[in-house]
């Protein structure tokens, strides 16, 4: 298919200059628009060739059944649950995802908050501010003896392996699709083994069917007592019910949730919800505003990603070269 000279490209989120700049190269007619509504895409979409998108802007089918001249959707990210991808192949949109790009900043936020546990930093700060003053009870946890368990061993799941293992952590990890473990990061384990096994449970999962409310009672029952979970993938995997449970029962010690079910607007909405409010209020959890993947390193490295990927793409498909 030869693209049509000005192709439009619309992108719905801040993106760094190289990706709006890199478009044009290409040849592309770039509308920038980061605050853009969902009412406003439907009003142009049928004009789109290409839309770039983060998080606030969804395409199940209904919305691509408008997108008559769409060739391609970008995602700076990972998540592509926001997008009927089927759908879209099957109409020859193409699909593009970066998460290469963000990846590594993942990575270091879930090891720092494993470290920050390790240490009772949390903790210790939290009692300290009541003027209370214990040292004995705030003993750390060496790399060397913590076992890290990381289910998902895709892009974000092998760059906290490398980080983790350079630290003398041990490193086990289970992928169910995934059979790459021959990077010398982590040992290849089973669900049971790992969970079984680790001082630290870190998920780096996409969201499906499948993985909807993952960490419930039956997974949280198999993890060893005083275990820390870590969650930087997708807040409902996470029953929040049977969490509490386990917290308010001493079985895990400690959880941080970058995501949660409810963000944005209807995070403070959502307070009105007793189990929602009172796991983030939890004195053994710590949150996030969803930033793991919000560093000023991975804001260009999205960008450069989706655009190496939309230039490929262009020059395979599109014949405009």
Known sequence: MKQKVGARVLVCDVVHDCLIKGLSGLGYEVDYQPNITLSEVDECIANLFGIVINSRIFLPKERLEKASSLRFVA?????????????????????LSAPEGNAFSVAEQALAAMLSWMNNMTASDRLLRTGSWERERFRGRSCQDTQLGIIGYGHTGKAL??????????VYAYDKYHQDFNDGFALKSDLSQLLQMAHVVSIHLPLTDETKYYVNDSFLSQLRPGTMLINTSRGSMIQLEDTLKALDEGHIDFVYCDVLPYEGDAFVQAFDDENFRRFVQHPRVSVSPHVAGWSFASHRKLSEVLLDKIQKLTQKNFNIF
Do not use: Q, W
Request: hydrophobic residues 40%; aromatic residues 4%.
């Open 75 to 95: 995602r700076l990210g990972s998540g592509m649950e926001i997008v009927d991808v089927p759908y879209a192949t099957s109409c020859d949109i193409a699909c």
């Open 161 to 170: 392996a490398k980080r983790a293992k350079a630290l003398g952590v041990t």
